[in-house]
Structure formats: C-alpha cells, structure tokens
T-cell receptor, first 116, second 113 residues
Framework: GAVVSQHPSWVICKSGTSVKIECRSLDFQATTMFWYRQFPKQSLMLMATSNEGSKATYEQGVEKDKFLINHASLTLSTLTVTSAHPEDSSFYIC????????????FGPGTRLLVL | AQSVTQLGSHVSVSEGALVLLRCNYSSSVPPYLFWYVQYPNQGLQLLLKYTTGATLVKGINGFEAEFKKSETSFHLTKPSAHMSDAAEYFCAVSRGGGNKLTFGTGTQLKVEL
C-alpha cells in the first residue's frame, strides 16, 4: 500500500516553455501533498505544501507564479513549471500524506527535468 | 525551528560489516524522526520512524535506529551490510503528525566486497 506515482519520469524541454508534472496517490486519499526539488548530490528542499481544495503554501524563496501547484482531488496534485529556464533543471519529487495529522509521507519516484 | 545534521556525507563499509550512519537533530518540541533511503534516480523509501514509545525502532531490510534524547541523536545501524544497501540515506525530523519534514544533507553509503 501507500504508493505514489509521478508522471513523467523524465522531461526535456526548451527554455521558455511550460512543463506539467503529475503526482498521484494510487491506493489512498492524500489530503496533503508536498513538492520538493533536489539538486545533484544535495538534499531535498521543500518547495510547497498543497492541501486538497485549497491554495498551496509556498516556502520562502519559491516563486508561486513560476511554480503553479494544483491539488484538485484527493489523489492528484500537479506542479507546472512556467516559462522554464535552464536553472530550473532539477529532480522534482512529490510526496503524499493520508491525513492532516499523519506523520508519514510517501514519496513518488521523482521527475527529472532538463531545460535546454 | 528544527534542523538535522548528518555526519559524514560518504560512508564506506565492507560487505558483512556493521553499518552506522549518524544523525543529530535539534527541535524545540519532542521530535518525530525518520530515516529514508534513496536509490539512484528514484524517490525516497521510508526505512523507519520514531514518533513516541519505544526508543529502539526496527525498520525494513534489517535496519534499526535508536532515539536518544539526551544526545539528540537518531543513528541508523545494520549489523551486516549487504551490497544492495548501497544508496543515499536521509535523516529527517518533524514537529509531529501533520507537520512538514526537514531533511539532513544525506549520507552516501558504499558497500565494498
């Protein structure tokens, strides 16, 4: 149980285009989903927290107009990187939690984004 | 505020030897503590967690960790390393259920023959 998927696993795009990444909880309802980015050889940095049906809460320094997060259902959250630039190239990982008071986050396999 | 320090960004052990990965935390409230493992180009998999109760926590793949409040530590151990244990390990802390995780910088474990 507690499986989280991400799609796509790899994406290469041209500078200036937008990219959408999906995060799905496959066998449980996720009231809260998190989006992280991870640069090579570094730890995970939380970008934003998204609760189903409400606006995402962004961490300090993360541009909410650049990284659009939608959590329209209990099993799906999307991250859209708008007008992507090479510095946005990174590994994006989502996680999901089954309840607002649950302590365990279940992580997706990640999405590798390369912006040319 | 909370933070996590993982001593040693790289640890190398021989197959069959003891694995010890160190994690120290700081937290203004009783912490919830986690160890995750990440294989190349994959997401994170939960190894074990401490929330309340017994301070020695057993996880998957033969790993265990002990919460020591007096030392603010949550070191990860495994009695006998296996080649398949080679991966990146992350320690994380939260302030309790419903709160976000703060990760350490990770420790790359290498297992040699």
């Amino acid at each position: 149980g507690a499986v989280v998927s991400q799609h796509p696993s790899w994406v290469i795009c041209k500078s200036g285009t937008s990219v959408k990444i999906e995060c799905r909880s496959l066998d449980f309802q996720a009231t809260t989903m998190f989006w992280y980015r991870q640069f090579p050889k570094q730890s995970l940095m939380l970008m934003a927290t998204s609760n189903e049906g409400s606006k995402a809460t962004y961490e300090q320094g993360v541009e909410k107009d650049k990284f659009l997060i939608n959590h329209a259902s209990l099993t799906l959250s999307t991250l859209t990187v708008t007008s992507a630039h090479p510095e946005d190239s990174s590994f994006y990982i989502c996680s999901a939690r089954a309840g607002s008071k649950q302590e365990t986050q279940y992580f997706g396999p990640g999405t590798r984004l390369l912006v040319l | 505020a909370q933070s996590v320090t993982q001593l040693g960004s790289h640890v190398s052990v021989s197959e069959g030897a003891l694995v010890l990965l160190r994690c120290n935390y700081s937290s203004s409230v009783p912490p919830y503590l986690f160890w995750y493992v990440q294989y190349p180009n994959q997401g994170l998999q939960l190894l074990l967690k401490y929330t309340t109760g017994a301070t020695l926590v057993k996880g998957i793949n033969g790993f265990e960790a002990e919460f020591k409040k007096s030392e603010t530590s949550f070191h990860l151990t495994k009695p006998s390393a296996h080649m398949s244990d080679a991966a990146e390990y992350f320690c994380a802390v939260s302030r309790g259920g419903g709160n976000k995780l703060t990760f350490g910088t990770g420790t790359q474990l290498k297992v040699e023959l």
